[in-house]
């Protein structure tokens, strides 16, 4: 059984920047890949950034390319997503969540998700 916490959601302006993180236990971390994904009310969970076990590959969905970027400390057991140039579509809850399988981008695929941090950017 993996568990994943996530932190570091809070309120931004537009144009500004946050950084999530989300720590991981209760696995072998560095044999996962792991995702980020975002919820906003009313909407679909979707996908923003995944990133291999290794770090060697990472995707990010078109809304988000060039301004986020996905992260990871294997020695920490840590994933982390630093959002620049914020817009208030980006306004959601965030999940880290683990893949097991072969890198996706599909919500369903993911194994294991963290309970969320609220994001939060003002116009």
């Known amino acids: 059984q993996v568990q994943l916490v996530e932190s570091g959601g809070g309120l931004a302006q537009a144009g500004g920047s946050l950084r999530l993180s989300c720590a991981a236990s209760?696995?072998?971390?560095?044999?996962?890949?792991m995702g980020w994904f975002r919820q906003a009310p009313g909407k679909e969970r979707e996908f923003v950034a995944s990133?291999?076990?290794?770090?060697?590959?990472?995707y990010y969905a078109d809304s988000v390319k060039g301004r986020f970027t996905i992260s990871r400390d294997n020695a920490k057991n840590t994933v982390s997503l630093q959002m620049n140039s914020l817009k208030p579509e980006d306004t959601a809850v965030y999940h880290c969540?683990?893949?097991?399988?072969?890198?996706?981008?599909?919500?369903?695929?993911?194994?294991?998700w963290g309970q969320g941090t609220q994001v939060t950017v003002s116009s």
């Open positions: 969540a683990v893949r097991r399988g072969a890198l996706g981008t599909m919500p369903k695929n993911y194994d294991y």
């Open positions: 990133i291999s076990w290794s770090g060697g590959n990472t």
């Open positions: 209760g696995g072998i971390f560095s044999l996962y890949h």
